[in-house]
């Protein structure tokens, strides 16, 4: 394998997400704070160094994202229906009280078996890491590249490049205002993460998990 740095973005924050709205397949534009985000991860990632490919979901919000961030970067973009976020069914365009009124059973499900529930008989774990699946190859052929998704999608993602357990993966979150950067040598690898708004933005906080928050807390708005 040639990779050696990945990095995981996901879009900046959208007007749903500021609603707590969940997007799944439909979209909804960046917000003003959402622009910053994506324009200042770019200008992160190039004082570390750039990226030589940057791979993008086709979601209108990951696409608007990947604008921003390659104004800083200029690297060769490539648009993929396999980053698109997790299908959510009947849920999408819905806040978690729509869906608490609507289907409390589901909702109840999904807390308790978080991988392998199908929020709104849409997709889930399984299913989006075997969508993602035949992308992964390409990546791995540079040395330096970034994915811009979204938040369950990094699930997937991470999943992947670090082998991580079922239980291990339902614990990852992934705001807007950080990415993650993987590490690959002869060895191993390992993940830290940047976070905006630090005091130092550019140096990285150790490890992958930033809660120890139980499984069955509300979902993110994706």
Same mark, same amino acid.
């Given at each position: 394998?040639?990779?050696?740095?990945?990095?995981?973005?996901?879009? $900046? %924050?959208?007007?749903?997400?500021? %609603? +707590? &709205?969940?997007? $799944?397949?439909?979209?909804?534009?960046?917000?003003?704070?959402?622009?910053?985000?994506?324009?200042?991860?770019?200008?992160?990632?190039?004082?570390?160094?750039?990226?030589?490919?940057?791979?993008? =979901?086709?979601?209108?919000?990951?696409?608007?994202?990947?604008?921003?961030?390659?104004?800083?970067?200029?690297?060769?973009?490539?648009?993929?229906?396999?980053?698109?976020? +997790?299908?959510?069914?009947?849920?999408? $365009?819905?806040?978690?009280? *729509?869906?608490? =009124?609507? *289907?409390?059973?589901?909702? %109840?499900?999904? +807390?308790?078996?978080?991988?392998?529930?199908?929020?709104?008989?849409?997709?889930?774990?399984?299913?989006?890491?075997?969508?993602?699946?035949?992308?992964?190859?390409?990546?791995?052929?540079?040395?330096?590249?970034?994915?811009?998704?979204?938040?369950?999608?990094?699930?997937?993602?991470?999943?992947?490049?670090?082998?991580?357990?079922?239980?291990?993966?339902? &614990?990852?979150?992934?705001?807007?205002?950080?990415?993650?950067?993987?590490? !690959?040598?002869?060895?191993?690898?390992?993940?830290?993460?940047?976070?905006?708004?630090?005091?130092?933005?550019?140096?990285?906080?150790?490890?992958? !998990?930033? =809660?120890?928050?139980?499984?069955?807390?509300?979902?993110? =708005?994706?």
């Amino acid at each position: 394998m040639k990779l050696k740095l990945l990095y995981v973005l996901r879009h $900046g %924050q959208t007007e749903w997400n500021a %609603q +707590r &709205r969940m997007q $799944g397949r439909l979209n909804s534009p960046l917000t003003e704070q959402g622009k910053v985000q994506a324009d200042a991860h770019g200008a992160v990632l190039k004082r570390l160094g750039g990226v030589d490919h940057l791979w993008v =979901s086709t979601a209108g919000r990951a696409q608007q994202t990947a604008a921003l961030v390659n104004a800083h970067l200029q690297a060769p973009l490539e648009y993929s229906d396999m980053l698109v976020e +997790r299908d959510c069914g009947q849920w999408a $365009g819905k806040t978690l009280s *729509d869906v608490e =009124s609507e *289907d409390a059973d589901g909702l %109840q499900a999904l +807390r308790d078996d978080p991988y392998n529930h199908r929020p709104g008989g849409g997709e889930n774990l399984v299913d989006l890491g075997a969508r993602i699946a035949p992308l992964m190859p390409k990546i791995k052929q540079v040395e330096r590249a970034a994915v811009i998704s979204h938040g369950v999608v990094t699930k997937a993602l991470l999943q992947h490049f670090l082998q991580l357990s079922p239980e291990e993966v339902i &614990r990852i979150t992934h705001p807007n205002d950080l990415f993650f950067r993987v590490s !690959f040598n002869d060895t191993g690898h390992c993940c830290d993460r940047f976070v905006l708004g630090e005091v130092n933005p550019e140096q990285p906080q150790a490890g992958l !998990f930033l =809660s120890d928050l139980p499984p069955q807390q509300p979902i993110q =708005s994706e």
